[in-house]
């Protein structure tokens, strides 16, 4: 069994920062592919950054810049550090896991075997 525990989501103005934490517990690698995604009231689920064995990453045009995806390893840990957010960047935000290694990014949520909970994440204009 794998359990995701998102958490630093919140509610900011327009230009603040965010930082986002996934504590991935656990039969997982700790260098296993992982993501984070996001779903607003009405729309599908998107993939916002990903991270892929090996450290490659990969990031949707909307967020490029502004986010950056990491991961501690020794902590089982991912992060997603948000800067210069937008009222469009308001929505539940996922952390995503593929049960395995992958040697490129993963951007699609078919990609992902396990999801947690979700943090919400409200940016007021």
């Known amino acids: 069994q794998v359990q995701l525990v998102e958490s630093g989501g919140g509610s900011v103005q327009a230009g603040g920062s965010l930082r986002l934490s996934c504590v991935a517990s656990?039969?997982?690698?700790?260098?296993?592919?992982m993501g984070w995604f996001r779903q607003a009231p009405g729309k599908e689920r998107e993939g916002v950054a990903s991270?892929?064995?090996?450290?490659?990453?990969y990031y949707a045009d909307s967020v490029k810049g502004r986010f950056t995806i990491s991961r501690d390893n020794d902590k089982n840990t991912l992060y997603l550090q948000m800067n210069s957010l937008k009222p469009e960047d308001t929505a539940m935000y996922y952390c995503a896991a593929r049960g395995a290694h992958c040697y490129i990014p993963m951007s699609s949520p078919q990609s992902y075997n396990f999801w947690g909970q979700g943090t919400q994440v409200t940016v007021s204009s």
């Open positions: 991270i892929s064995t090996l450290g490659g990453t």
């Open positions: 656990g039969y997982i690698t700790s260098s296993a592919c």
